[in-house]
């Protein structure tokens, strides 16, 4: 397998292009496939270039928020999408990596298959999503048959030697807590005095740091003393730093690291030549970017993962038949029936609307240079008095598209089709869909057409028509 090749690679010196992701209910949203196909790419471009590389997906198992990651959307009658939701529970605030499948999850995959069909791919998450294993587990199992053949390392941030691995990366996020806290606080006023925003909020109290209590994950934030001494809160227990120091030392494997230590924790482990994640992610490494320079003397480059929209045969035949493109979505359901109104006016209708706006224009040119001619002060107000009627016209033809939607459910069906496929909730398919939905539907064929579009010179949304 060639996962085995990338992991005897990586023992032999190979660097790596990593990515990671929230272990999301069978497999979470598309864009998480899009992530690892992008590692794929880069590593292997990196290879061709002389650079041996392999790619690594990080599982980010020792997040707490279970909410983000225990639901999934999955595309049911005229696309209408459908919330499957686990009800697997851990300890409050535990890391997902405890939140163990029972039962319950059984009932919830054969809602799934039904909604997918039957195919080879689909009935994974028979194999995988089962009872016994956890949220972390189950994603993992996913995603080494998704991408057996591609050489992808999947990584389990809560495996304990990990943990002890990444000790020293622990330990110094609290030694130099002071001076990580006041270049990150230095770095959020420099991104805001730019007119950018932080995407994590640091106070003078802030740490790098979470640990387990109770079994929950609870941050770590540091007390200052009147003299020169540092102690630090869990809850309400105060801790001097040389006892944290020493519990970091002792059980590594009860800390984890925040998102912006969790970039630098993952670089001190691992051999990284890039590392590619969304536009938040990408935002950050301006923050992280300063505790990468005190810790580990260099900072990563990070580059946007690949971004796409897949357009399947149905959905492509209306966007073609309507002249829509992707863009044409965006401003909601509602205001997409209008347009498909507007485009499926009667042909002389139409074409009445669109003799009158050329005439008025015309018209309006004429007068705006006899009245420049006779009094230039005046040109200003047939300008003003042409906009109030070309805004009138346009109204009337709003309204006659708006008529002529009353009248045809197929326009209202066909509006709430392409909403629900390629713009779901009013957001990008790739953060509503899952993406087990289309691999199921079409198998690791896709996963190959995707690999081939991705140019990783090219930043851009793809849209991916599908024959």
Not at 178 to 185: R, T
Request: contains cysteine; charged residues 20%.
């Amino acid at each position: 397998m060639r996962r085995a090749l990338s992991i005897e690679g990586l023992r032999a010196g190979a660097s790596a292009v990593v990515t990671g992701q929230q272990v999301g209910l069978f497999g979470g949203p598309s864009f998480a496939l899009y992530k690892a196909l992008t590692a794929v790419k880069l590593a292997d471009e990196a290879t061709r270039a002389g650079v041996d590389c392999v790619p690594i997906f990080w599982l980010a198992t020792t997040d707490h928020d279970l909410a983000e990651i225990n639901h999934v959307s999955l595309p049911g009658a005229n696309a209408t999408p459908v919330r499957l939701t686990s009800s697997a529970q851990g300890l409050p605030e535990a890391p997902v990596s405890t939140v163990t499948f029972g039962p319950e999850i059984e009932p919830l995959v054969e809602e799934a298959l039904a909604l997918l069909g039957e195919s080879d791919h689909s009935r994974l998450l028979r194999q995988c999503y089962r009872p016994g294993e956890t949220m972390g587990s189950a994603f993992a199992r996913l995603f080494a048959r998704l991408f057996a053949d591609w050489g992808v390392i999947l990584l389990d941030a809560s495996d304990p030697e990990l943990h002890q691995a990444a000790e020293p990366i622990y330990r110094a996020a609290i030694e130099r807590a002071p001076e990580l806290d006041d270049a990150l606080l230095s770095r959020g006023q420099a991104l805001e005095a730019a007119g950018y925003h932080q995407q994590v909020k640091v106070t003078p109290s802030s740490t790098l740091l979470f640990t387990l209590r109770d079994g929950a994950r609870v941050p770590i934030h540091r007390r200052i003393n009147g003299d020169s001494s540092i102690d630090f809160l869990v809850g309400d227990e105060r801790i001097p730093q040389a006892e944290m120091v020493g519990r970091i030392a002792a059980a590594p494997h009860h800390f984890s690291a925040n998102v912006l230590l969790r970039p630098v924790v993952q670089d001190y482990l691992l051999p990284t030549l890039a590392y590619t994640g969304g536009a938040a992610e990408v935002a950050y490494f301006a923050q992280a970017g300063v505790v990468y320079q005190a810790l580990l003397g260099r900072v990563t480059p990070v580059i946007p993962r690949f971004s796409a929209t897949v357009v399947e045969a149905k959905p492509q035949a209306l966007l073609e038949r309507y002249g829509l493109a992707l863009p044409d979505l965006f401003h909601g359901p509602d205001a997409l029936r209008e347009l498909l109104g507007e485009r499926t006016l009667p042909r002389d209708l139409e074409t009445a609307f669109g003799q009158a706006n050329t005439s008025l224009e015309n018209s309006l040119a004429a007068i705006r240079d006899a009245l420049a001619r006779l009094d230039v002060t005046l040109v200003d107000a047939a300008s003003r008095a042409g906009s109030k009627m070309q805004h009138q016209l346009t109204e009337l033809r709003a309204r006659a598209a708006r008529a002529e939607l009353r009248q045809s459910e197929v326009l209202g069906r066909h509006a709430e089709l392409l909403s629900n496929n390629l713009f779901p909730n009013k957001a990008l398919q790739e953060r509503e869909v899952a993406g087990i939905y289309f691999v199921a539907r079409y198998g690791t064929g896709l996963l190959h057409q995707l690999y081939d579009t991705i140019h990783t010179d090219c930043l851009d949304h793809q849209v991916v028509s599908l024959d």
